[in-house]
């Protein structure tokens, strides 16, 4: 039986790795460092490997076809799809036979993900991966939630969701370390008028609730708050899906900071067995 052993959550943002200079150089050194922290910690635990969850920006899914929950089943993923993103374009390895125990498992308990053999990854998942300096240290599995166009998952039923791939993940045997990383948010707009600004009181109450653990209250404030903190705050769902991977164990926040020269609140942070 495999053994969950980091779940991890950071803030991802095109322009991290497009204008990384746009930030004061104190602070984009420290954000850039977490994340390089992160790398090392990942790397350092030898996983088997890295399930990704982010969501797709309108790129391998659009208004005719949107599922709520696709998982990556491919043997290989190439990215990035944005041939504007400066990173370097790379073929990632996937992992198919994990990808399908957590699709089995996932239609065992009530989920009906949808799969794909084919994904390109977008800045979603590479982004983070080029900071931390991960991006082939293992296969990856991505899980990709739709966290762009309504009607989306609810905040609770993204919880439940990874609550079911963490009992899938922990009794797949043919992994014995594996590693989760979320990726998104948290607050930013994207082509609106707001575009650049960054809802810090949100930011900071929905990782509150998180270190909190009352699952309800962070649903609750989730749900009531998200439409003010822009629609890129969406993403959140991500984070909840690794919430219920974590499946009790306590949220630590790493680091915050509203950066709105990169749009976005960026913060990163994990999940540690108390």
């Known amino acids: 039986m495999a053994d969950i052993i980091g779940i991890f959550a950071v803030s991802h943002t095109p322009v991290m790795t497009n204008l990384p200079d746009a930030p004061p150089p104190a602070e984009r050194e420290e954000i850039f460092a977490h ?34 929950f ?12 944005e041939a504007w993103l400066k990173v370097e374009r790379r073929e990632l390895r996937g ?11 996932s239609f065992a308990s009530g989920f009906d993900p949808s799969f794909s053999l084919s994904l390109t990854l977008d800045h979603g998942i590479v982004t983070p991966l080029e900071l931390a300096g991960i991006t ?10 739709n966290t762009v166009q309504p009607p989306m998952p609810r905040m609770a039923r993204c919880i439940a969701f990874g609550q079911a791939l963490g009992a899938a993940l922990r009794d797949y045997p043919g992994c ?19 575009m650049g600004m960054v809802n810090e009181t949100f930011d900071r109450g929905f990782l509150d609730r998180l270190e909190t653990g009352d699952d309800a209250e962070l649903v ?7 439409g003010q903190a822009g629609n890129g705050a969406e993403e959140v769902r991500n984070w909840l899906v690794a919430h219920g991977i974590a499946d009790g164990a306590r949220f630590q926040s790493i680091h915050y900071r509203a950066v709105p020269s990169w749009y976005t609140g960026i913060a990163l942070g994990r999940w540690v067995q108390a």
């Open 35 to 68: 994340f390089r922290q992160i790398g090392r910690t990942i790397a350092d635990q030898r996983p088997d490997a890295i399930i990704v969850i982010s969501d797709d920006h309108l790129h391998n899914f659009f208004l005719d076809n949107m599922p709520a």
């Open 136 to 145: 082939t240290l293992a296969p990856i599995v991505p899980v990709i939630v």
């Open 220 to 226: 609750a404030f989730a749900e009531a708050e998200v």
């Open 95 to 105: 992992h198919r036979d994990l990808a399908a125990h957590l699709i089995d498992r």
């Open 176 to 194: 014995q370390r594996i590693v989760v990383l979320a990726t998104g948010g948290l607050s930013h707009d994207v082509g609106t008028p707001r």
């Open 70 to 81: 696709c998982i990556g089943a491919g043997e290989s993923h190439d990215s990035p799809m």
